[in-house]
């Protein structure tokens, strides 16, 4: 690849991340069912606090919290968001292409959940951290093949 076909890559991931983010928040099911690939892995064990092995806040579920399929994907995470209103934010996009077909990177984000109907400052979830995540490009498009959530910081409360 040259230049110009890596940086086009590069801004097709990004924007691929950004449609998760609209379309998760937006509850776009139809959307969000475009941005994983078949065989895809979400890894959320750590999304509730700061390492997959933290016994501290709230525990999550452990190895359900692991989802293989993109259909299965989805399924999570429109169950885990039911009603709750959501704001997912993306930066800090460092993407490497692997080769025409394969990437990686890290996407630092931002997250607040909560109730619907809740007020600002009464989100349910805050937290800060990075998606690690693959890409892989099917059928022209890249998708998510690999994700992973790991935390910083996360504040629960009333939960």
């Known amino acids: 690849m040259d230049l110009t076909e890596k940086l086009w890559a590069i801004e097709e991931i990004k924007q691929l991340k950004a449609r998760y983010f609209r379309t998760m928040d937006t509850k776009d099911w139809k959307g969000l069912s475009e941005i994983f690939c078949d065989d895809a892995i979400f890894d959320a064990r750590a999304a509730f606090k700061m390492n997959a092995d933290d016994t501290s806040g709230k525990p999550t579920p452990g190895d359900a919290w692991l989802v293989s399929g993109g259909a299965a994907i989805l399924d999570f995470i429109r169950t885990g968001l039911g009603t709750s209103v959501s704001v997912h934010q993306g930066f800090g996009h460092e993407i490497e292409i692997l080769s025409p077909t394969e990437a990686c990177g890290v996407i630092a984000m931002e997250d607040r959940v909560g109730a619907a109907g809740a007020r600002s ?39």
């Not at 099917?138 to 009333?158: A, C, F, M, N, P």
């Open 121 to 159: 400052g009464e989100e349910n979830l805050h937290g800060w951290g990075h998606y690690h995540e693959t890409y892989r490009k099917v059928d022209g498009r890249w998708r998510i093949y690999r994700s992973k959530i790991t935390r910083l910081r996360v504040e629960i409360q009333g939960v």
